[in-house]
């Protein structure tokens, strides 16, 4: 079965840090898909926040640079996000997606929510 499981989310005080999780299941290999994370907060679109391809290399948007990082484990098959001095502004439901040429995998979502 193909799937891509998040964790980690939950509530968290303003300058306060989350590390997300995407577990894949062994048909895709995070080593060899463009990993990435996206953000979707109420009334909003979906945006893109971080990459991390399958050379390795990070990409991020800019509200998020300095403050998040992406990262892979290859023998647990596992990406992440760490989060660091979040903001109300980074509230939202975070999604993995696995992409390989045509093929295109989505998680669930774990929900993020920055409040005092």
């Known amino acids: 079965q193909v799937q891509l499981v998040e964790s980690g989310g939950g509530l968290v005080q303003p300058g306060g840090s989350l590390r997300l999780s995407c577990a894949a299941s062994?048909?895709?290999?995070?080593?060899?898909?463009?990993m990435n994370w996206y953000r979707q907060a109420p009334g909003k679109q979906r945006e893109l926040v971080a990459t991390?391809?399958?050379?390795?290399?990070?990409n991020y948007v800019d509200s998020v640079k300095g403050r998040f990082t992406a990262s892979r484990d290859s023998a647990k098959n596992t990406v992440y996000l760490q989060m660091n001095s979040l903001k109300t502004e980074d509230t939202a439901v975070y999604y993995c997606?696995?992409?390989?040429?045509?093929?295109?995998?989505w998680g669930q979502g774990t929900q993020v929510t920055v409040s005092s």
């Open positions: 997606n696995g992409l390989r040429g045509l093929w295109s995998y």
């Open positions: 062994a048909s895709i290999i995070v080593s060899i898909y463009d």
């Open positions: 991390i391809t399958r050379d390795g290399s990070t």
